[in-house]
């Protein structure tokens, strides 16, 4: 039986391209009207849930630091440095409910998973700088990456069986192979997906507009250690293709953390 993998990761799926401009840290007074923070629990199943429902209220279960950075300053998770090993380690919980501000009042998301106003970022920015005491600041630096482009064999791209879906690429293990399946997804999303496979920025070079439905595979190579290997010659099977760029990218640098205080 298909067993799909991390399918909780709400918004870190929605971040956009590796390389898109980074909210600066903030001094704003946006913050939370109530907010709560405890470790998650080993025995609690939800790892990296990612939730926003009505009116902005935020439901995060299994969440490490590294994820909660990465969401609330929409980078990936290769963009930011200097992190200690229990940023990556360590899981937590947090419900948090904003303030009635304009923006969030009117707020319904149709599926908890999509990425929440920019305002809630900031606030969660502000959440984070208060119970670990963040601080970070912003580089740009020049790398290597990658872009998609149209490859030499035909588009298999479909139309999306429901145009209101959310977003996203899934990665599935199919047993003896894996594959991931795009459904809702402009190229700009598949590019964020799967630069978190090769570890390096990705940029949507295609030209393709539009949302589709598409899935390719492939079989695991033991011997090929690379970071996203089986990506170069896999996705050739929906017409496109992965070209060596160098690609200016911000990082995000932990200057000062601590263990949080908790509730």
């Known amino acids: 039986m298909n067993q799909p993998l991390c399918l909780t990761f709400g918004a870190l799926f929605l971040v956009g391209v590796a390389v898109a401009a980074l909210p600066s840290q903030t001094t704003s007074t946006l913050i939370f009207d109530a907010a709560s923070l405890k470790e998650t629990p080993p025995a609690d199943g939800q790892v990296g849930t ?68 920019d305002e809630e970022l900031t606030m969660l920015q502000a959440l984070l700088a208060d119970r670990f005491q963040l601080k970070v600041h912003e580089e740009m630096k020049d790398g290597p990456g990658y872009a998609i482009i149209r490859g030499d064999r035909p588009l298999r791209l479909n139309e999306p069986a429901d145009k209101t879906e959310r977003p996203v690429v899934t990665l599935v293990n199919a047993g003896t192979s894996f594959y991931r399946q795009g459904i809702n997804s402009s190229m700009a999303d598949l590019a964020s997906f799967i630069a978190r496979d090769l570890k390096e920025p990705v940029l949507d070079q295609s ?57």
């Not at 250690?225 to 690609?247: D, E, R, S």
């Open 50 to 117: 990612f939730f926003t429902y009505a009116g902005g209220r935020m439901y995060l279960r299994g969440c490490t630091l590294q994820l909660l950075i990465f969401e609330a300053y929409k980078v990936q998770p290769f963009q930011i440095l200097n992190a200690p090993a229990w940023v990556q380690e360590t899981r937590y919980s947090i419900d948090a409910v904003p303030p009635p501000i304009p923006k969030l009042a009117d707020y319904h998301p149709s599926n908890p998973k999509l990425i929440p106003p």
């Open 207 to 263: 030209g393709i507009a539009g949302s589709y439905d598409f899935k390719f595979d492939w079989v695991p190579d033991p011997s090929d250690t690379t970071p996203g290997g089986y990506l170069f010659a896999a996705i050739q099977q929906i017409g496109l293709q992965l070209k060596a760029i160098k690609v200016p990218v911000q990082y995000i640098v932990i200057d000062h953390v601590e263990k949080p205080r908790l509730d």
